[in-house]
């Protein structure tokens, strides 16, 4: 192997020590106390395990934590109403609705019932549109994550071609905009990839970056990318194990070992993109109440 390990959890520590002391600093200061509620619907394994490490996160960067948990076969207008009251209510300053939603709820009358200045996601119409036009706004919290470690693994993208490969609301799209936007960690050339790309690796061996965020074990493989190359892989697939106590191991979209034997940079799968994520909630959501302290809303 000759790739550097970007490591995520270490970014990710580091900065949610300036996120802790931002908290204190508001409390001490405003009287604020950060809130960020996240809501659960059903019991799906993945979905759960994120937000108890969101919650857990939350409550050691000193912020006032509120997890809903609804069953699987509750309403869209309960979970509507839960929505509701949390724009209304003043100690929530970030709102993140835990995606996908059981079948039946409507994802988008959910988010879009999120304030916008409450949206810590950055998923509302109005987040991602100040996002597009270069606004101040909440970015979203995987694709402003991979952005900073793309920083930290010494890479400067402004005039590099970067690759991405699938087109979700949630990553591709926005952190294709966001590389592609006018500004310091950005200015790429940037391919979008998705499944209608007859031939990705035409694409990805051009690439001085990929961000593989197809969902898929092995999407990217060695072969596929230029010597050099940093690899930022999104993917968190459960493959069975037997030799693991859980019974799976947890593998990215691209094929580690081949991957690392070719590229500069790479980040492993897990402690990579995953804590970055929730860092950037954090970030967020202490901006989220810095903002409400000084009544600025809408941002
Ligand atoms: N499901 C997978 N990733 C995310 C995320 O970043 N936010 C929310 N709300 N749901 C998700």
Same mark, same amino acid.
């Given at each position: ?30 009287? *604020? ?15 759960? %395990? !994120? ?6 996160? %939350? ?27 949390? =724009? ?23 988010? !879009? ?13 109005? =987040? ?29 993208? %402004?005039?590099?071609?970067?690759? *991405? ?19 310091? %960690? ?49 993917? *968190? =697939? ?45 970030? =967020? ?15």
């Amino acid at each position: 192997m000759s790739a550097t390990i970007i490591d995520g959890k270490k970014l990710a520590a580091a900065t949610r020590a300036e996120i802790a002391a931002g908290v204190a600093a508001l409390k001490a200061e405003k009287g *604020v106390t950060p809130g960020l509620a996240v809501i659960l619907v059903g019991d799906n394994p993945a979905s759960v %395990s !994120y937000v108890t490490a969101k919650e857990k996160a %939350s409550r050691e960067a000193g912020m006032h934590s509120v997890e809903i948990r609804l069953p699987a076969d509750a309403t869209e207008d309960e979970v509507l109403a839960r929505v509701r009251a949390l =724009n209304d209510d003043p100690a929530i300053h970030g709102i993140l609705v835990q995606l996908p939603l059981p079948k039946g709820i409507s994802e988008k009358k959910v988010i !879009y019932a999120i304030a916008p200045e409450k949206d810590v996601d950055g998923f509302t119409p109005v =987040n991602v549109g100040k996002m597009l036009i270069g606004d101040d706004c909440f970015l979203p919290c995987t694709p402003h994550g991979i952005v900073k470690l793309i920083e930290t693994a010494g890479m400067d993208v %402004s005039g590099k071609h970067a690759v *991405v490969i699938g087109r979700s609301n949630i990553v591709g799209k926005p952190v294709a905009a966001l590389l592609a936007r006018k500004g310091p %960690s950005a200015n790429a050339t940037v391919t979008l990839c998705h499944t209608g790309t007859p031939d990705i690796a035409a694409y990805t061996r051009t690439a001085d970056v990929v961000v593989v965020a197809a969902g898929r074990p092995n999407t990217l493989t060695g072969d596929m990318i230029k010597p050099g190359a940093v690899v930022i892989d999104v993917g *968190v =697939n459960r493959v069975p194990d037997a030799t693991k106590p859980r019974g799976y191991r947890l593998c990215g979209d691209a094929d580690f070992a081949s991957c690392a034997a070719v590229a500069s940079a790479i980040t492993p799968v897990p402690g990579g993109v995953g804590p970055m994520t929730i860092t950037m909630l954090l970030w =967020n959501t202490l901006q989220a109440a810095r903002n409400s302290s000084c009544a600025q809303v809408g941002m």
